[in-house]
């Protein structure tokens, strides 16, 4: 049974940073990719960012090119996204999933972390 948990989202002023982590468990990745999405209240979820677990970046949604730097550590079977220069649209569930093949769709999600930007 495959699962991601994702860590490290919180509270934080616009401006400032965060970087959230995203656990697999019950598979090693060798193939495919990670990714994060993101939903707003009343919004529909949003692909942010994208990586194979060959280091390759995919994507990254215009809104947060230069701010938001994805990563993983296949050692740890961990994705990291490191988000600066956060600002208030910024606020919302991050959701990070894995796919077992760059072309398939994203097959596991996790629980979901808030992050939240003040003004």
């Known amino acids: 049974q495959v699962q991601l948990a994702e860590f490290g989202g919180g509270l934080v002023q616009a401006g400032g940073s965060l970087t959230l982590s995203c656990a697999a468990s019950g598979r090693t990745f060798s193939s495919g990719g990670m990714g994060w999405f993101r939903q707003a209240p009343g919004k529909e979820r949003e692909y942010v960012a994208g990586?194979?677990?060959?280091?390759?970046?995919?994507y990254y949604t215009d809104s947060v090119k230069g701010r938001f730097t994805i990563s993983r550590d296949n050692a740890k079977n961990t994705g990291y996204l490191q988000m600066n220069s956060l600002k208030p649209e910024d606020t919302a569930v991050y959701y990070c999933?894995?796919?077992?093949?760059?072309?398939?769709?994203?097959?596991?999600w996790g629980q979901g972390t808030q992050v939240t930007v003040s003004s």
């Open positions: 999933a894995a796919r077992t093949s760059p072309l398939a769709k994203y097959e596991y």
């Open positions: 990586i194979l677990w060959s280091g390759s970046i995919i």
